[in-house]
């Protein structure tokens, strides 16, 4: 194999101070690694660990929310999290098999599974640290959903928490972060010691390279960092991102071991520099203007990542598909959740909600896959757009313009045509080049919810 000079991407784009690991490709190379990504779109993210057996409820008591915060929420210690949700952890052989199945079916083209979440339990084999899933029942999550992605052919994501709710070297003083209060106050009382907390950057690391030994990996996801407790003094974060290209130099990773800016909820996004990450990772939020460079939506069915018994806050049908397009035509991917329960089984409800989106992306799909963000400078009243290629539009209707008439600035080399993207259905079509403005016809569709797509092809010409 040819060896390749590697230069320095990010320095060149930066020329800042950089970690000592901080990937290092050429612009060409970047975009060949993040291509699967790029066009893949849309993903399932699943959320599983002691949390899911707790469904919400700890030693008889209900916390609404994120299920799985039900630790820090409750305040439990170690020891009563550790009593309490061991026994009802249940995971069954066969059920990652389940999960990505459903992923297959509603046109997922990529998974990500929380090997570990913030209460520290790691859902594979950690040799020399037992809170772990294969000294639980034996089973290796991990291992049966890798295989289950390779059988299915999905990109193998893996969520991987930094914050450790119960490890005994974790300090959470710097955090920022909720911490489980039985914790804080064992520790006033000396049963419980923060203070090394670069043993715990060792452990974290440690972990994380016995998650890969075993597994194999495309992808992964970091959670998470605050301004006050990010990169390499938290973290040790370069080590982590050696240790993940060292050993797959083609993964992908996103922006959480920084803070950036991951948890902001309004105004226009600013992207993450490509040494802290790939890319950046709104949560619970869709920025009206996109963002440059590489980003993902990560949102749940039901407010909640991990399973909770009593949440019937589901969102419908059509408002996911809705968002899933309006993330994508604002050039971003859509990472959407599943929290299944104890045993592994889905809720029936997001098995019908993701089943409900295959269906539509088995007759839409050709307009997400693979296409860039609406190229025109500003959304329109009647639905989103996306491009694919030179010479391909998508235009998805979300009710009739006015007049039945769509309008868009723009006009096309040769003659255009326009489409029903289902059944070819052909449009009329005109272009004035006085005004610059092309119009399309569709007073003869019924705009079903969530969207009707129409397919426009021709090579727009640019703008005057
Ligand atoms: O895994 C999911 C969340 O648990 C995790 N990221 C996604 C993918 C996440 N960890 N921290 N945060 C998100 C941000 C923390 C927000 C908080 Fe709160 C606000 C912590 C306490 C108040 C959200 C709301 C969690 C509990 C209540």
């Known amino acids: 194999m040819k060896k390749i000079l590697l230069l320095s991407y990010a320095a060149l784009l930066l020329a800042a101070p950089l970690p000592a690991q901080a990937p290092v490709e050429t612009a060409a190379q970047h975009d060949s690694r993040m291509q699967w990504w790029r066009d893949g779109k849309f993903g399932m993210f699943i959320h599983y660990g002691l949390y899911s057996g707790l469904a919400g409820e700890l030693e008889g008591k209900k916390y609404d929310g994120a299920a799985e915060w039900i630790q820090a929420h409750s305040g439990a210690d170690f020891d009563t999290y550790k009593r309490e949700a061991m ?3 249940t995971p069954r052989s066969g059920m990652a098999d389940e999960w990505v199945s459903l992923a297959k079916e509603a046109g997922c083209t990529y998974v990500v599974l ?3 979440h913030h209460e520290g339990f790691n859902l594979f084999e950690t040799p020399g640290y037992d809170f772990n899933a294969k000294t639980c029942n034996g089973i290796d999550v991990v291992d049966e959903y890798v295989a289950a992605c390779e059988k299915y052919g999905l990109k193998t994501g893996l969520y991987f928490s930094i914050i450790d709710w119960n490890h005994p070297d974790y300090d959470p003083t710097g955090s920022g972060i909720s911490y489980p209060k039985g914790n804080l106050e064992a520790a006033a009382r000396g049963e419980r010691q923060f203070g090394n907390h670069d043993r715990y950057k060792d452990y974290l690391l440690t972990t994380f390279r016995q998650l890969l030994d075993s597994h194999r990996v495309d992808l992964i996801w970091w959670d998470f960092s605050q301004p006050t407790f990010e990169g390499d003094a938290a973290w040790g974060a370069s080590r982590l991102m050696k240790a993940l ?8 990773q996103n922006n959480r071991l920084y803070a950036s800016n991951n948890l902001q909820h309004d105004g226009v996004m600013q992207p993450t520099p490509l040494w802290k990450g790939d890319y950046t990772t709104p949560e619970h939020y ?7 460079g590489d980003w993902e939506v990560c949102q749940t069915l039901n ?4 399973y909770s018994a009593d949440n019937d806050r589901w969102k419908s049908l059509d408002e996911l598909i809705r968002e899933l397009v309006d993330v994508v035509s604002r050039g971003g991917n859509f990472l959407l959740n599943i929290g299944p329960m104890a045993d592994g089984t889905v809720p029936a409800e997001s098995v019908r909600l993701f089943r409900g989106i295959g269906a539509w992306m ?5 307009a997400v896959y693979g296409t860039r963000a609406n190229p025109f400078d500003s959304e329109f009243a009647w639905g989103r757009v996306t491009r694919k290629g030179p010479d391909t539009l998508y235009l998805f209707l979300y009710a009739q313009p006015e007049g039945g008439i769509i309008e868009l600035p723009a006009t096309f080399a040769a003659e255009p045509a326009a489409t029903r993207l289902t059944d070819g259905m052909p449009l009329r079509i005109e272009q004035d080049p006085t005004t610059g403005i092309c119009r399309i016809d569709v007073s003869s569709l019924t705009i079903d919810s969530p969207a009707v797509v129409v397919k426009l092809s021709g ?6």
């Not at 407010?303 to 991990?306: A, E, I, K, S």
């Not at 088995?362 to 050709?366: M, P, Q, R």
């Not at 090579?459 to 005057?464: D, L, P, R, V």
């Open 114 to 116: 929380t090997s570990r």
């Open 245 to 252: 290209f060292d050993k797959y130099p083609m993964a992908i």
């Open 286 to 292: 869709i920025p009206p203007t996109g963002i440059d």
């Open 362 to 366: 088995a007759a839409n799909g050709e």
């Open 87 to 89: 026994p009802r952890f």
């Open 459 to 464: 090579t727009m010409n640019a703008a005057e």
């Open 303 to 306: 407010g909640t990542w991990g």
